[in-house]
């Protein structure tokens, strides 16, 4: 944007400087008739010092602009400037100087009647302003939109960078939390776990005593059994309390990886092959809808799972009633059931249909990323 305004501006400033200067000059070209007509000077000479005075007090001449000027008759007699005029007087031009007055009635005579013939003919005023490049003006324009730009890409750049610095401490405040408190249901398993061995290393004893004296057993079997009852009781809570503990790892283990995940920045080379291929699908599959995580699946996939999983979608995209569904997903959060289906044997790719909209395409992966992938389709 800059280089184009630069070049629009110079363009509008030239044609700005043209029409004012050629009104002014229409105004000043002839501003002592009288002399002319009394043959005093000449017509030209008098163009030319009007001229000559009036660019002289031009400012915007010492900024670089360069004015053409040149003055004709109708006739296409040459006035201005003095380089390209033709012979206008027929007299000996030794004996008459412009400059100063003529030395005789005849010669104030002879120029008073040309002066007065040009005059009749009516003059042609042409005024071409040109404005070079590097000079003080143009580098002026030049630089005043480089300031201006420059200011906006770093306001810019200072907005994009406050929110990346929000979004990164949001990121890092959660997975605190998470770490937390996967560490505090770790050890409070770890707890468990130690009284579940104790409970039963009791049991055992319990158990061996009662071998060994079995006299002593018929007086304390009730008492004995009963003891055992409660024990086994406990460690059957242990059992639920320690399963619900593992489950609650598990998913703060999951939660933990898909709040590391989402801080992972895909590299420009990853960006650019993820926006490859999902430009290449939506041309080629107009009836499916791939989700991002489905590409990157894609991406991920080694050898000749790439071309299986493409001739699957390529199937899906043709009729999605003769595929055959392995089983279905269903979302904890009351999402549609989504259907799995598998391709070259370890290829999982996951997929539903959305009533009056394109089939969607929401995970592609295989048997060793399937946990990941299931968990993901649970959060749907």
Known sequence: MPPLLYILSLQGLETLFEKKWTAELQGVLISDSRSLLQGRIGIQDEIQQNIDRHLASLFALKWGVLPEIAVKTRTGSWLYPPSSQEALYPFDSDALHFEKPPAGPTEMIQVAQKNLEVMNQGLELSVIVQIPRNTLLANSVLAFYIVVFASLLYRAYRVSAREAQQLSLRNQQALEAATSKLTATQQHLMDV???????????????????????????????????????????????????????EVTRLAKELERIESSQKVPTKKQRKQINSITKRFKTLYKNLEIQPRAVEGFLNLQGDLQLRAEEFIHN????????????????????????????????????????????????????NSQTKDLAYLESL
């Open 316 to 367: 899906i995209n043709e009729n999605t009633n003769q595929l055959s569904v392995k089983r279905k997903v269903f979302s904890k959060k009351g999402a549609g059931p989504a259907f799995e289906c598998e391709f070259g044997y370890r290829g999982r790719i996951y997929w539903r249909r959305d009533p009056g909209k394109k089939t969607q395409i929401l995970v592609i992966g295989t048997k």
């Open 193 to 247: 776990t130690d009284t579940q061995k104790l409970q039963q290393d009791e049991i055992d004893r319990l158990q061996g005593e009662l071998g060994l004296a079995s006299d002593r057993v018929r007086a304390t079997e009730d008492e004995a059994l009963t003891e055992m009852e409660k024990l086994e009781k406990s460690l059957h809570e242990n059992i639920a309390l320690k399963e619900k503990l593992e489950d």
